[in-house]
């Protein structure tokens, strides 16, 4: 409850803002009427001052768009303004729209020209908020009491002067509105910070990605987003001065550099995000061409606007990069829509689909906004793009991690199987070379049963425990006739339990019986030999307890020469169960404890 009376209220908050802001610019920013003279060659400002007596200057209902070679030269009337604020002794001029001129303003018996050029020295001063530049003007030092003359050329621009516009403050006003936010100013704010959590968000998203993967798609996506956040910053004057909005020709290198670095970094993630190295090489050696001629592009402008700023070649070189690229990204749309053979593509299409035709809108319309837009929404479908294809990628590490342990259980499963017949065959050589005819011909019997059981279980890698305890009772038979019935065996399964249904890996108890049998039964002298083989249930483990009445631990240590070696089927089956349990020590798995008399083996089988 709390949470939504505390979001209606934010959400008043800002729709009061607006409504404030919409309100405001009644009383700020007055449109001043305003002619104009466009001249092909150069003139004077005394000149220009003899044609406004003239009546030579004309308004600008059908000026077009500017060109680049002509000098316009704008006569702005306050008279109106000044009639409505007759108290006024200054006033604030907003010269909107100017790249490079010059102001002029009388000063007694002559004019004095103020520089307006953007990326030099000038008398323009800046909004804190929304960045409109503003020069403030004494009002006598307007001509004739009422009138500014600005001289204006367009050199990269070619922007539409019809109707051409600039506006005028109160000196009060601007003091009072100018801190504020304005409509537009406000929309762009709200965008701009929008874009910013986004960007942030996922360029660290990208950077842990990168440090845990070591994948240069997440470098190339968080630097795409970098980028991006740089050339996006000019709509937020206050987000701008991050990146040194008031150095007016760095901000406009970087910027302009940002531009191409944006399609370059974008490029780059595309080629590695769908592999088009392994998946489409003859399309990837285009698109590693296209890079690298981008990053020559890149340094040309670079080099351009530091030598001119203005420059016109500059600009065009800059619009033919970006039809190319969007008609570059129109058929290679196309291309992978029809020829790439993975669903990540979809992601590509649609991402890159709503981020050039935000591009087109901003060149066109000449709206940063739109591209904004573009980006934030193309960001998003990255992000779940990038989502797909980590899962896609864990699916295809933990497919390849499962037929790796199967193939690996099975050639230790195959070690262990010569084992068993190894020492079967040898006991059955003992019973013939002994005279033993009739034990040798039992023995063969239950020989061939194991053999059987075996080959017949030998294409799974795992058993139910039913026939795990069948395979060991063959096995306990085939010793206990080897060795002339010297011990005694029994095995128990908890009766109300489910076990005999559950999966363990195939033999893997024996080596443990046959321990028990041969370094702790068959060298006790005296009293009985009895073996016990027990199996219950415990949470996510089967514990199964071989426990032998034997001579015990320390006893069959003593026992041993200093020349034997381990068990190896004690040590295939170690190797097997940490497999099984990749997280948890041997130690754990396996326990071995004296009994007194005797030895218990607890052996915990993972649950399948």
Excluded at 376 to 391: D, N
Excluded at 540 to 547: P, R
Aim: net charge neutral; with cysteine; hydrophobic share 45%.
């Amino acid at each position: 409850m709390r949470k939504t009376i505390f979001l209606m209220l934010f959400l008043g908050f800002l729709l009061s803002n607006l409504a404030f802001s919409q309100s405001i610019s009644l009383n700020y920013q007055i449109p001043i009427p305003t002619k104009v003279l466009a001249l092909d060659t150069v003139a004077s400002i005394k000149q220009i001052q003899n044609l406004s007596d003239l009546r030579t200057f004309h308004g600008s209902e059908n000026l077009g768009s500017a060109r680049a070679k002509t000098n316009y030269w704008f006569e702005v009337d306050f008279s109106e303004f000044l009639e409505n604020h007759p108290d006024l002794d200054s006033l604030i001029f907003y010269p909107v729209g100017i790249e490079k001129g010059n102001l002029f303003v009388w000063n007694q018996d002559h004019f004095d020209s103020l520089s307006l050029n953007r990326f030099e020295e000038n008398v323009l001063l800046r909004s804190e908020f929304s960045g409109l530049n503003y020069v403030p003007i004494p009002v006598q030092n307007l001509f004739h009491g009422s009138k500014l003359f600005m001289r204006v050329n367009y050199i990269r621009i070619s922007p539409n002067l019809t109707n051409k516009v600039f506006y005028s403050s109160t000196p009060q006003a601007h003091a009072t509105f100018s801190q504020l936010v304005s409509r537009n100013s406000f929309k762009s704010q709200v965008l701009a910070y929008f874009f910013l959590g986004v960007a942030f968000v996922l360029l660290v998203f990208n950077l842990i990605l990168f440090s845990y993967m070591k994948d240069r798609q997440y470098i190339y996506y968080g630097l795409f987003i970098l980028f991006q956040l740089m050339y996006y910053s000019q709509i937020s004057p206050t987000l701008a001065q991050v990146f040194g909005y008031h150095y007016s020709k760095f901000f406009f290198w970087m910027t302009t550099v940002s531009q191409v670095i944006i399609n370059l970094t974008y490029l780059m993630f595309i080629r590695h995000f769908l592999d088009f190295k392994e998946k489409m090489p003859k399309f990837d050696r285009i698109v590693k061409g296209l890079a690298y001629g981008l990053c020559g592009f890149t340094l040309l402008m670079a080099v351009l606007v530091i030598i001119n700023p203005y420059s016109r070649l500059q600009a065009d070189l800059m619009n033919v990069e970006r039809i190319f690229m969007a008609t570059f990204t129109l058929f290679a749309v196309i291309y992978l829509w029809r020829n790439y053979p993975d669903n990540l593509v979809w992601f590509v299409i649609s991402g890159t689909v709503i981020f050039t035709t935000g591009a087109l809108c901003t060149m066109f319309l000449l709206d940063l906004d739109y591209m904004v837009a573009g980006s934030a929404v193309e960001s998003i479908i990255f992000s779940f793009g990038l989502s797909y294809k980590i899962k896609a990628i864990s699916s295809q590490k933990q497919k390849a991690e499962i037929e790796a342990y199967q193939t690996k259980l099975g050639a230790l499963r195959a070690q262990i199987n010569p084992h068993f017949i190894f020492n079967s065959l040898a006991s059955i050589q003992h019973l013939i070379s002994s005279g033993q005819n009739q034990a040798a011909l039992r023995y063969l019997s239950k020989f061939s049963k194991f053999v059987h059981q075996v080959l017949e279980n030998s294409l799974d890698i795992h058993i139910t425990l039913e026939k795990e305890i069948e395979l060991l009772k063959v096995y306990l038979d085939l010793e206990s006739l080897r060795f002339d019935h010297a011990f005694s065996y029994e095995i128990e399964i908890d009766p109300d339990s489910n076990l005999d249904q559950e999966e363990v890996p195939m033999m893997i108890v024996q080596p443990f019986v046959e321990n028990a049998i041969k370094h702790g039964l068959l060298p006790k002298k005296e009293g009985d030999r009895k073996l016990k083989i027990h199996f219950h249930e415990c949470d996510l483990f089967i514990h199964c307890e071989v426990m032998d009445n034997g001579i015990g631990i320390t006893a069959s240590k003593a026992n041993k020469t200093p020349n034997s070696r381990p068990s190896r089927g004690l040590m295939l089956t170690e190797e097997r169960l940490k497999m099984a349990h990749k997280s948890i020590d041997r130690e754990e798995l396996i326990q071995f404890s004296d009994c007194h008399p005797g030895t218990k083996v607890l052996i915990k089988i993972p649950k399948l």
